[in-house]
């Protein structure tokens, strides 16, 4: 059963940093593609970045420069570093894998930039 379970989320100063984590079990994050999702209060669920099998990554025009998608293949687990973080980047955060064409969601983490 594929699991993903989030954490390191928290309350934080604008221009902070947090880095999250997603750590999966019953699917190799060294052999899948794993994405980051985040969505505010009233706003539609967005991907922030995703980072694939071979190691490439993607982010949003948002966060490109701030934000830091990886793994640790030895740990299975995805980070996103966020530094530079902003009020607008208050959300939940979400970890996604599609295993077998099923989307796997953990539970989210939240985030607060505010002072």
Partial sequence: QVQLVESGGGLVQPGGSLRLSCAAS???V???TVAWYRQAPGKERESVATITSSGSTNYADSVKGRFTIS???AKNTVYL???SLKPED???YYCLTVLLGV???GQGTQV???S
Wanted: proline share 5%.
């Fill in 90 to 92: 208050t959300a939940v």
């Fill in 103 to 105: 989307p796997r969601w």
């Fill in 30 to 32: 060294s052999i899948a």
């Fill in 26 to 28: 019953g699917v190799a």
């Fill in 71 to 73: 793994r640790d293949n």
């Fill in 112 to 114: 607060t930039v505010s």
């Fill in 81 to 83: 570093q966020m530094n």
